[in-house]
């Protein structure tokens, strides 16, 4: 569905994106996950055909990203970081215009924007003017706009960036639905943590605009971090025979393992070792992104504005 | 070429949708033109001041609305729903082009209201006339506005830009064009950058056609500048499109 080579953009001495190989099958769910600032955003804008790569390749739904925008275009949904309704609009008109955009006729285009009005329980605010509808309802109906034409491939930018909790959820669940009934390919970029571990069976870590990892969220943490076993002895000579027999290292009463499966070496170890506490930790991908770049992803997320760094 | 003009028929009843659905928000703003009509036509000397002034201030209202035009986009590139039109398959020469074709529709209903106003004080209308003014009006306007969205889309992040070209250059306009005192009587220099201005000669044919007068030279001088501004309006404005992320 995807395939980059060396895909690269320069703005001015800036390299956003710097050789970037992706390839992306039908029906994943990929999230690019990274720092602000990283290059999800720039590579998601040239995959959109919204700017020109500086050198490398693109293809997107088979087609070349720069000659042959127009066929890429026709076959891609793009839910960018903004509001996509015009704010004077009302929602239903934007939906019809989304679709005739698309080329469908008007019937055509009124009865899949009713569709999806009922599917995003958008029917009480369809009437009324775009501005006057909270976060969450615009959200939405910038989903129902990316949707429009049933695209088989929808990219979505920071998707959840600005919703509270409950909304992020509601959002989620909309995509995960989509992905479900409809097969549809979903690239997303993201800075939430949670959200990547939880929704993309693959997650491409992205930093100074290069690719530094990319797997199962599972696979990532157990490949690059590990689960921490702790078990807890009565005493530190315990945990001191103990440490010699399992492996791992010794703190007063506490042994510490690491493992690429904590649970299983936790429950062979509780029989032969007959600690007095377990305690297995799991890592986060923020864990994976600590290892591999020795920053945090957290800090960032929250001490940078991600409209002002990746505009 | 009839799928680019299938699109800008999409984009063209996009722009129109919300003027239709409140056309309250477009009648307020045709007031402005009709406070220079109360409180500035009065002040002129003649008795046939409302049949000279009339005309001016059609092309005024229209100068001011297309001018501003570009203010939407503006709103638009920053909330993210020009973006996502950039993302669909829309032709992009289209996405201008109906967008400046929208122009003509405020531009005739502040014409036909500005009118209605006018005749029962004594302003006679000259129906022909003014319809072929009409026509040279919406080349002007569709120029005007084209050149909008190009300031508007090279302003992109930076809108005290665009409002500072707009406002710098909007008086200038309006009064090297003679709209509100005639030139004749002005020095040489300022007839010499009245001559420069476009809009200028759109004044004089409107003035000559809501007269009845269709068979003056000014009118094809008219149609010429009109047509210059709409042409040069699309064509750099389409560049500017096709640039545009």
Redesign the interface.
């Known amino acids: 569905m995807i395939e980059t080579r060396e895909l690269t953009k320069h703005f001015k001495e800036v390299r956003a994106v710097d050789g970037v190989d992706l390839s992306v099958a039908r029906g994943e769910l990929v999230a690019l996950l990274g720092p602000n600032g990283a290059g999800k955003s720039t590579t998601l ?1 040239m995959l ?4 020109p790569p500086t050198s490398g390749h693109a293809e997107v739904a088979g087609f070349d990203v720069v000659r042959q925008q ?1 066929e890429v ?2 076959r ?1 949904g ?1 839910i ?11 929602g239903r ?2 939906l019809i ?2 679709g ?4 469908m006729r008007v019937p055509a285009a009124r009865a899949r924007a009713d569709e999806l009005i009922a599917s995003l329980g958008l029917g009480e605010v369809a009437n009324r003017a775009v501005s006057t509808l909270s976060g969450g309802q615009r959200r939405r109906l ?1 989903i129902a ?1 990316g949707l429009i034409h049933a695209p088989e491939l929808l990219f979505l930018d920071e998707p959840s960036t600005g919703l509270d909790p409950q909304n992020r959820a509601n959002l989620q669940e909309h995509i995960v639905r989509l992905r479900a009934e409809h097969g549809t390919t979903i690239v997303l970029t993201t800075h939430y943590l949670e959200e990547a571990d939880s929704m993309a069976e693959r997650v491409v870590v992205i930093d100074h605009g290069r690719i530094i990892a990319d797997d199962t969220p599972q696979r990532l943490k157990a490949t690059h971090v590990g689960d921490r076993v702790i078990l807890g002895f009565a005493s530190a000579h315990e945990a001191g025979e103990a440490a010699r027999t399992a492996g791992g290292e010794q703190r007063g009463a506490e042994v510490r393992i690491t493992s690429d499966d904590g649970p299983r070496l936790a429950a062979r170890l509780a029989g032969s070792l007959a600690p007095v506490s377990i305690e297995v930790i799991r890592p986060t991908l923020d864990d994976v992104f600590l290892t591999l770049t020795g920053r945090s992803l957290r800090e960032d997320a929250t001490t940078l504005e991600p409209a002002l760094v990746e ?1 | 070429m009839t799928s680019l003009v299938a699109d800008t028929r999409v984009v063209f009843s996009r722009e129109l949708r919300p003027v239709i659905r409140d056309p309250f928000s477009v009648i307020f703003s045709m007031v402005q033109p009709l406070f220079f009509l109360g409180l500035f036509a009065p002040l002129l000397p003649g008795d046939s001041s409302l049949q000279w002034f009339v005309p001016g201030i059609i092309v005024m209202s229209c100068l001011f609305g297309s001018s501003m035009t570009g203010s939407n986009l503006l709103f638009e590139m920053q909330t993210g729903s020009h973006e996502r039109m950039l993302v669909t398959p829309l032709r992009r020469p289209a996405l201008l082009i109906g967008r400046a074709l929208k122009e003509i529709v405020p531009m005739l209903a502040q014409a036909a209201l500005i009118v209605a106003v006018c005749v029962p004080f004594g302003f006679e209308l000259h129906l022909g006339g003014a319809l072929l003014g009409l026509v040279i009006l919406a080349g002007f306007c569709i120029g005007l506005g084209a050149l909008s969205y190009t300031l508007a889309l090279s302003s992109k992040n930076r809108d005290w830009m665009f409002w500072t070209v707009q406002q710098t250059l909007l008086f200038p306009l309006l009064l090297l064009a003679g709209v509100l005192l005639p030139i004749e009587n002005g020095p040489g220099w300022l007839q010499a950058l009245s001559k420069a201005n476009p809009m200028t000669y759109v004044v004089n044919a409107e003035r000559a056609l809501f007269n009845g007068d269709v068979w003056a030279r000014s009118t094809a001088e008219g149609l010429v500048a009109a047509a210059a501004v709409g042409l040069l309006g699309l064509v750099v404005g389409v560049r500017a499109m096709k640039r545009s992320d």
């Open positions: 804008r959109t055909t919204l700017i127009r275009r026709l891609i793009y960018g970081q903004g509001n996509g309704a015009g704010h004077s609009q009302r008109d934007e215009s989304q005739r955009a698309y080329g910038d706009m505009a």
